[in-house]
């Protein structure tokens, strides 16, 4: 995600998967170091972003998300390491990360002009942002804190939808729909 706190033009959406079971371990951190927490958006691993402006979200749109994301069946995810990426981030891994991947593919090839992260990544890594903007020195300790306690206590999630939130003038994200994953759009 992009950590400016303020919304810019075509980076007003985003398609997530919240994962609620991490914010015990991750909130105060995600609070002090993440600034998307401060805006509303919750411990997530992200799908697809920037994403559509909420204008141009219309009945359409949604229906081509179900049908994209209800041929992903539900699936398992357990979060027992940390990662880093430049910039200072500390993040924790999923495992698996293929479903991730694929629904990010699928999404992406859906809507061939919201590449991920605008393209900037030739291929994204999933990811539960812990800390971003850290120095070097407190990046590795927060990622040997964050390591420790999942040693103790991995993080385990049922993954069932993906979340779009759409972001107001005021910088806040807001949870607009959950689109099921597992779904027959047919059927609809």
Request: glycine share 8%.
């Amino acid at each position: 995600m992009n950590d400016s706190p303020r919304p810019t033009p075509g980076e007003a959406s985003a398609l997530v998967i919240e994962v609620p079971e991490a914010e015990p371990l991750v909130g105060a951190w995600r609070q002090a170091y993440d600034p998307v927490s401060k805006y509303g958006m919750p411990a997530h691993v992200t799908v697809l972003y920037p994403f559509q402006e909420p204008h141009a979200i219309d009945p359409a749109t949604l229906a081509q998300l179900l049908d994209t994301i209800g041929d992903h069946p539900p699936f398992t995810v357990t979060f027992s390491s940390v990662g880093t990426f430049p910039g200072g981030v500390v993040y924790l891994a999923p495992d698996p990360p293929r479903p991730f991947v694929a629904l990010t593919e699928s999404v992406a090839a859906a809507f061939p002009d919201f590449p991920p992260y605008g393209g900037q990544f030739r291929e994204p890594i999933p990811h539960l942002t812990v800390a971003t903007g850290l120095g070097d020195d407190k990046q590795a300790r927060l990622a040997g804190v964050v390591a420790s306690a999942l040693e103790v206590e991995p993080v385990t999630s049922e993954i069932t939808a993906v979340s779009l939130f759409t972001r107001g003038l005021d910088g806040l994200w807001v949870h607009r729909t959950a689109i099921p994953l597992g779904t027959d759009a047919s059927l609809a």
